[in-house]
């Protein structure tokens, strides 16, 4: 009789991030966080590093300005700044159990930045209408949680087999991909292509994400990308940037060989990724 032996659990992970102005821009409206936190502490994490799992939770998160050169960068980085606070007031000024549900808290922390950015959006003249992208993922417990509002993007490598795209673009021209009335060839060249249907903040009301959850495994990747990545690279690039790079990228990490060759591709718009590597 053969005994089964489990797989082993995910032990550490380790991240890279890059973002670029571009090559025409003289502004960056991306913004991107990582941050890890327990009970006792919340934390900011550096571009590159790796850390133990144990009982932390951590986050990735990018953001894509949308208000053009007024209020452009200020609405992504008024995206992701709450976010710290609200995880450090639901669980440590709140003394909440870490068992709550991500997926709910991930919902309700949309909704709150999204009150956020209209409030200031009208108390501002030089901010009207601002808004951002907002795509972010939440590891812990072997687990990725996702919010999603936008165009940027979440894909997930698995240990062994393709990269899939977690998230919907909320674009106009995808939304007519996705009901058939476009092919995916058009839509790259449609007008409708950058027209947002949901974003954090906007004149519209609150857009309820897309939220989701996936178990992760050893050897899996998650990578977090605006559309200045994602309009210039196909995934098959993507995916093979990151698990066989070329040889003339081999001294670059992950985020910076897809910023690179999103920047030598075309450049013309901000361009921001995060790696995520789950290791044993």
């Given at each position: 009789m053969s005994s089964h032996i489990p797989p082993p659990s995910i032990q550490k992970l380790s991240w890279t991030a890059q973002t670029s102005p571009g090559r025409y821009r003289s502004k960056n409206e991306d913004s991107f966080l990582l941050l890890t936190?327990?009970?006792?502490?919340?934390?900011y994490l550096g571009t590159e590093g790796q850390a133990q799992l144990k009982d932390r939770h951590f986050i990735f998160a990018v953001s894509d300005g949308i208000?053009?050169?007024?209020?452009?960068?200020?609405?992504?980085?008024?995206?992701?700044?709450?976010?710290?606070?609200?995880?450090?007031?639901t669980f440590h000024q709140g003394k909440r159990d870490l068992n709550m549900d991500p997926i709910k808290l991930l919902g309700s922390?949309?909704?709150?930045?999204?009150?956020?950015?209209?409030?200031?959006?009208?108390?501002?003249q030089e901010c009207n209408d601002m808004g951002a992208t907002l795509s972010i993922g939440w590891v812990f417990d072997e687990h990725l949680y996702f919010a999603h509002l936008g165009d940027s993007r979440i894909f997930h490598i698995p240990d062994k087999g393709v990269m899939l795209q977690l998230t919907d673009d909320h674009t106009m021209a995808a939304r007519r991909v996705r009901e058939g009335s476009l092919s995916p060839q058009e839509a790259k060249h449609?007008?409708?292509?950058h027209i947002l249907e949901r974003s954090i903040g906007g004149d519209q009301g609150f857009d309820q994400p897309q939220l989701g959850k996936i178990p992760l495994s050893k050897g899996d990747k998650l990578i977090f990308a605006t559309d200045g990545v994602t309009e210039c690279l196909t995934?098959?690039?993507v995916a093979r940037l990151i698990l066989t790079p070329p040889s003339y990228l081999q001294g670059?990490?992950?985020?910076?060989?897809?910023v690179k060759e999103a920047f030598d591709a075309s450049g013309k718009d901000n361009i921001t990724a995060i790696i995520v590597d789950i290791s044993p």
């Open positions: 936190f327990d009970m006792r502490e919340l934390c208000g053009g050169a007024k209020a452009g960068q200020y609405a992504s980085q008024s995206t992701l700044k709450p976010i710290s606070d609200l995880i450090s007031r922390f949309c909704e709150e930045i999204h009150r956020t950015l209209v409030r200031v959006s009208g108390n501002y449609h007008a409708a292509q995934a098959h690039t670059l990490n992950p985020a910076q060989r897809l």
